[in-house]
């Protein structure tokens, strides 16, 4: 059974460019989360997604990021116009709704540099 | 905000039991204790979680305090892969309480196993 997959693994981009990262959840998956990380920090809370709906995106800066998760498909985090400030590790989790433990299952991440 | 608190950083020999801290002491009664690690530059990795009885599998033991406001999580012979940022998580379980779906990080506590 696959992990959660991510790619690219490793994305350069330069300033005002946009950066689109992806997300497959697990087999059986519907849930799907978005974590970043800036060097030396720890992991911060973006946007938590199920199928077709945003339901907490609380953590989510005001501009230029949006995520989304379609019906059919991998969960998309986008970046419009990205700055060197949003250079960082971009982490994907998912879940089972039905799993009473509500783990989360992680992916490797996806590592954005902007030039 | 993270409800947790843990010690920075900690040391311990390769082989020995790893004992890592976690204090909780405005944990509700429907929150559950969850432990993860982020060993460098990976995605983070479920350990094991616990409501108020003590906990085992195949990675670590989990002791909760009977007042549920504080525990441990235990490595009984740790290796030096076991090198990573351990963190202490407190969380409803979304699929059975209504709490919120995502997981809070902290900063964790750096457990260096050393050989």
């Known amino acids: 059974n696959a992990g959660v997959m991510q790619n690219p693994r490793h994305l350069v981009r330069r300033r005002g460019q946009e950066a689109r990262l992806r997300c497959s959840p697990m087999k059986g998956h519907s849930h799907v989360y978005w974590y970043r990380q800036l060097p030396e920090e720890g992991l911060k809370f973006m946007v938590y997604?199920?199928?077709?709906?945003?339901?907490?995106e609380s953590g989510m800066p005001k501009e230029r990021f949006s995520a989304e998760f379609p019906k059919e498909g991998p969960s998309i985090l986008r970046i419009q116009q990205v700055v060197r400030g949003d250079s960082a590790a971009y982490f994907c989790?998912?879940?089972?709704?039905?799993?009473?433990?509500?783990?989360?299952?992680f992916g490797e991440g996806s590592r954005l540099t902007v030039l | 905000d993270a409800k947790t608190t843990q010690p920075t950083s900690m040391d311990c020999a390769e082989g020995r039991a790893a004992n890592l801290p976690c204090n909780h002491s405005t944990i509700s009664g429907n929150e559950y204790v969850y432990w993860y690690r982020q060993i460098h530059s990976q995605g983070p990795q479920y350990i094991i979680h616990?409501?108020?009885n003590n906990e085992t599998n195949e990675m670590a033991s989990l002791i909760i305090t009977e007042d549920r406001k504080s525990s441990t999580l235990i490595l009984p012979h740790a290796t030096l892969r076991d090198t990573a940022v351990y963190y202490c998580i407190v969380r409803a379980n979304a699929a059975t309480q209504g709490g919120s779906e995502k997981l809070v990080f902290g900063k964790g506590t750096k457990l260096t196993v050393n050989p």
């Open positions: 989790a998912s879940s089972s709704r039905q799993g009473l433990t509500g783990e989360l299952f």
């Open positions: 616990g409501l108020k």
């Open positions: 997604l199920q199928k077709e709906n945003i339901i907490d």
